[in-house]
């Protein structure tokens, strides 16, 4: 499961229409190119640690525990529930708020209670969990927060239970946030910059070559800079079936040459002059836009 499959939608159809390619101010000097001034209305929104943690928080603050629930101290962790049951990432790519409870209920009935009692505006997630470590067995199920503010990729929560004496419970709850790191000067495209595109594209029923304009390079950069830098990712994953380059020629001197490619991880490579860009992250528009391009040549 990719880690960028949820929120970007919602952030796309947010910024997309917003996305021109003319509201642009006057350009600014960046080492040796000279790229546009673009108002930040026109462009994704950035994230933060800050923003990530205040909604990791709002989030376990509407958990619903039931009666006769308390808090643990946060040390001695009890066994199994040093690290959550299952995760929507890994280290450094996102924010994890834990805090951890005792349940007067039996790990059966509080998973049927969790269920059933999910925060408001969460549904269950495609992942979930269960497994044996020491001599104690864990389980985990996943809620996804179905609405982000801008800026957030996605808001998981996760519920891990272990058995503890006397027919009780012990539950970790983690939110676990990511965050859309910011995006480049640089890698924000004005169609008017640039002279020419050309398009390559790669695919399991052949390949294609074309070169254009502006009719081209218009909807290309708009989508282009609608799309939001991906959070670092540290795991791997497929390659997709197919794979696109495009290649911005300049029109004005101090442009440099922009390429764009795709990449894993729905995430495209971008190059500024030469200069490597934050990754965007790409969960389908820019290629299907790129096919489209390429069908109708």
Known sequence: MSRL???????LAAVAVAASVTACGGPTAIGTLTVAHHPRELGPVAGSRALAQANARRLLDSLALPAGSRPLAQRPVPAGLDQPGVSGGGPGILLDVSRLYRLPMTVAEAISFLESHRPAGTSGADFSGAGTGGGVTTTAIADVQRHVPA????????????????????LRADAEVTWFPPRSAAEFLVAVRFRSVSISLTSVSGGARIVGGQRYIRPLVAVLDSMPATPPLDFPCASGIGSFRLTFTPAVPGQGMVVVASGNCNADTV???????????????????????????
């Open 5 to 11: 499959s949820k929120g970007w939608a919602a952030l």
């Open 271 to 297: 190059t500024v002059g030469g200069r490597a860009q934050p990754d965007l992250a790409d969960m389908g528009p820019l290629g299907a836009l790129v096919t489209r391009l390429a069908g109708n040549h």
């Open 151 to 170: 800026g957030i990729d996605v808001i998981y929560l996760i519920e891990t239970l272990v058995p503890e004496p006397g027919g009780a419970s012990a």
